[in-house]
């Protein structure tokens, strides 16, 4: 219901209820300024794009610390949707004044100080579903961070290290008791986690092989836990017989056992298995910018030289999306004009062929 009516002083009000069937009224000088209006708050509520104007005027840091409570993140990712939220300006401004600008003024000068494009898309990233469920709960009507444009990648920041099939077999010489963690990791791409988190119940030596269902977070033993994987990682891995085999043969008696611990009994985690790998990148001499996650993208690299396509590398990998491994390995995969070139050289290899055979026969 809505309606337009004209106050003693002249000044025109216009009312209308939401959809939970609160009132809300406004005045203007004009009937036609309250007719638009009206107009507009009316196809708001119609269309779905109608957001509370009370609920708009509490600050960022209010809205961002209630959605943050709302979410089941791991806390490494509670973690760094923290650091994104609070690295805004305008973190005591109403959420409902801040503009498109606003946002795109923060993206520019976190590049002007020197922050990734990798670090500022994920910052935004985070910045954007916060709006986004800001929305999705009528809090705001738009999302001011829906087409921001964040800096590109500089050939720095897309250089991936990967190993060499010397260098990996020298790695798995050199790892003594970590052999195994080191194989996991160079032949099925499992991240260090959830390497940590492989259970003799996940190694199907009949299938050939290994599920990913869980993995191992934290930095030091006393932090350690076992969580679900990430957001879309939970996946089975196709791997050489070879390799269940060797994991098959570690295996304890009960299907619940992790597979490796360290000489201690405790589990692996970020530091001490970090730990292990710099001992074998010493021995090896390797640079130190090669972690023990350059092995995933060793295993990826090798994956898209056989040329398997994006989605089946998405799914050994167990990335959410598509577009998270082309955003990481999309230059290691043949160009347009590579497969045009290669193309057209097998075909007039073939012509220039028969050319020289029926030259040899005049």
Not at 101 to 124: H, Y
Request: net charge positive; aromatic share 6%; charged share 25%.
């Amino acid at each position: 219901m809505s309606s337009i009516k004209q106050r003693p002083n002249g000044v025109w009000r216009a009312r209308y209820r939401d959809q939970n069937g609160k009132e809300h009224s406004a005045h203007r000088k004009t009937k036609r300024e309250a007719q638009r209006w009206l107009d507009e708050q009316t196809a708001a509520v119609v269309t779905g794009q109608w957001a509370d104007p009370a609920a708009g005027r509490v600050s960022w840091d209010e809205w961002v610390s209630s959605w943050m409570a709302m979410q089941v993140w791991a806390p490494g990712t509670h973690s760094a949707a923290l650091t994104a939220v609070e690295s805004v300006p305008w973190r005591r401004r109403s959420i409902r004044d801040i503009k498109q600008a606003d946002v795109q003024s923060w993206v520019t000068v976190e590049r002007d100080r020197g922050l990734a494009a990798s670090t500022i898309r994920t910052r935004l990233n985070y910045v954007q579903m916060a709006f986004r469920a800001a929305v999705d709960n009528q809090v705001i009507a738009r999302n001011p961070a829906l087409r921001v444009k964040t800096p590109r990648k500089q050939k720095a920041e897309m250089a991936i290290k990967i190993l060499t099939s010397d260098q990996v077999a020298a790695a798995l010489e050199a790892a003594g008791e970590f052999r195994l963690f080191v194989a996991v990791c160079a032949f099925a791409g499992l991240r260090l986690g959830e390497a940590a988190g492989l259970q003799a119940g996940d190694i199907d030596v009949d299938r050939g092989t290994i599920a990913v269902r869980r993995q191992v977070q934290g930095t030091s033993v006393p932090s350690t836990k076992v969580a679900p994987p990430k957001a879309g990682s939970e996946r089975e891995v196709f791997v050489p017989r070879e390799l269940v085999e060797m994991l098959a043969r570690e295996a304890r008696v009960s299907s619940d056992a992790f597979l490796f611990r360290t000489p201690r009994g405790h589990l692996y985690n970020r530091n001490n298995a970090g730990h292990e790998w710099r001992k074998v990148r010493e021995a090896l001499g390797l640079d130190e910018g090669i972690t023990l996650h350059a092995l995933r993208h060793t295993f990826a690299s090798n994956l898209i030289a056989s040329g398997c396509d994006v989605v089946t590398v998405q799914r050994a990998l167990g990335h959410s999306q598509p577009s998270i491994t082309l955003d990481v390995y999309s230059h290691l995969w043949p160009s347009a004009e590579d497969k045009t070139r290669s193309a057209t050289a097998t075909f007039m290899g073939e012509v220039l062929g028969i050319a020289d055979s029926l030259r040899t026969r005049d």
